[in-house]
């Protein structure tokens, strides 16, 4: 997507060679008809794949979540995050998955409660960022407890100096990111083509 | 908002006298044509307030400011919450407010980034709930800090139960509730008219 490589070129704040905020527009400011852009191209990337139902987790995701949700006329479900990785065993109402953090190097435990989605359901996964695909992998495997499929993953900025894609195409999803970074550093951003 | 009493009936779990979830199309999966209404709400109600920016806290306020941004036409910002209380001193980019929560006996810090909030913006604050009025209050703190102006508090949902609406009042802020629940229990829910 033209417009978002231009975008994150503009505004992106690089720091060191791993970290990319996009604050400004995306996780913490939301430029919201940008947002809706970024929706519209999910949508135009996965409006054949009969999606019934879009989840993300919170709290980044969300915007980009809804705004795709609005273009295929489908709820959005956020995925609720814990801090502590265990899982809650009492809870049978819940969807519950393990994801390690290696920013934080630690695990955080996400967590769906059973009746937002269904078994035949087909789930598109929508996230602001990949790194190492954990999170992805980590909501792919609740949908896959509730008995539904995955209709893809959509990304709207992969760090493509991560393994995050060849985590989540081993699981056998496809995976579309509007803009796939290959290198950040002292000589700027260097997209895919 | 007739039609958002209607749907609380509807759809809102009451757990004892205090708790009510509206976790099927407000703040775990989103009902996004209807959240797109109560966004369109908000902007009747503050249309004359001079808006220049939305503010709200990750992670249940965001689809409703995201939601009422587009009616506006102007940014949204959501504040970032973190557990541990204590202000990140170092942090001169950043304004800090804390924010004590009664459900859960203790306290959270919110943070904003400097640059999302102006001197002279005019912000409207939106959440998803409104009970003691801690969170709004926090984010009213976090907009002086900037020298920014309140203009308006927009609530989804008002626990008129609880003193929240005296205490952004006693602050001098016009706060708009959708919908303000004045009992709930074994006789259903009860609106204020």
């Given at each position: 997507?033209?417009?978002?490589?231009?975008?994150?070129?503009?505004?992106?704040?690089?720091?060191?060679?791993?970290?990319?905020?996009?604050?400004?527009?995306?996780?913490?400011?939301?430029?919201?008809?940008?947002?809706?852009?970024?929706?519209?191209?999910?949508?135009?990337?996965?409006?054949?794949?009969?999606?019934?139902?879009?989840?993300?987790?919170?709290?980044?995701?969300?915007?980009?979540?809804?705004a795709a949700a609005r273009f295929f006329g489908v709820p959005m479900v956020y995925a609720k995050k814990f801090p502590n990785a265990?899982?809650?065993?009492?809870?049978?109402?819940?969807?519950?998955?393990?994801?390690?953090?290696?920013?934080?190097?630690?695990?955080?435990?996400?967590?769906?409660?059973?009746?937002?989605?269904?078994?035949?359901?087909?789930?598109?996964?929508?996230?602001?960022?990949?790194?190492?695909?954990?999170?992805?992998?980590?909501?792919?495997?609740?949908?896959?407890?509730?008995?539904?499929?995955?209709?893809?993953?959509?990304?709207?900025?992969?760090?493509?100096?991560?393994?995050?894609?060849?985590?989540?195409?081993?699981?056998?999803?496809?995976?579309?990111?509007?803009?796939?970074?290959?290198?950040?550093?002292?000589?700027?951003?260097?997209?895919?083509?």
């Amino acid at each position: 997507m033209k417009r978002l490589k231009e975008r994150i070129v503009k505004d992106g704040k690089v720091i060191g060679t791993e970290i990319l905020k996009v604050d400004n527009f995306l996780n913490h400011q939301v430029d919201v008809p940008f947002i809706d852009e970024i929706g519209k191209a999910f949508y135009e990337l996965f409006k054949d794949a009969g999606v019934t139902r879009i989840l993300t987790i919170e709290a980044s995701g969300i915007p980009v979540a809804f705004a795709a949700a609005r273009f295929f006329g489908v709820p959005m479900v956020y995925a609720k995050k814990f801090p502590n990785a265990v899982k809650d065993e009492s809870a049978e109402h819940l969807y519950q998955s393990e994801v390690y953090s290696f920013t934080k190097q630690a695990s955080y435990n996400i967590r769906v409660t059973k009746e937002y989605i269904r078994p035949g359901d087909k789930i598109l996964i929508i996230d602001d960022f990949l790194a190492n695909g954990k999170a992805a992998a980590g909501l792919a495997d609740i949908v896959h407890q509730a008995g539904a499929e995955v209709a893809g993953i959509g990304i709207v900025i992969e760090k493509g100096f991560q393994n995050g894609r060849q985590t989540v195409e081993t699981l056998g999803y496809r995976i579309e990111s509007l803009a796939i970074v290959d290198s950040m550093g002292e000589n700027g951003i260097v997209f895919r083509e």
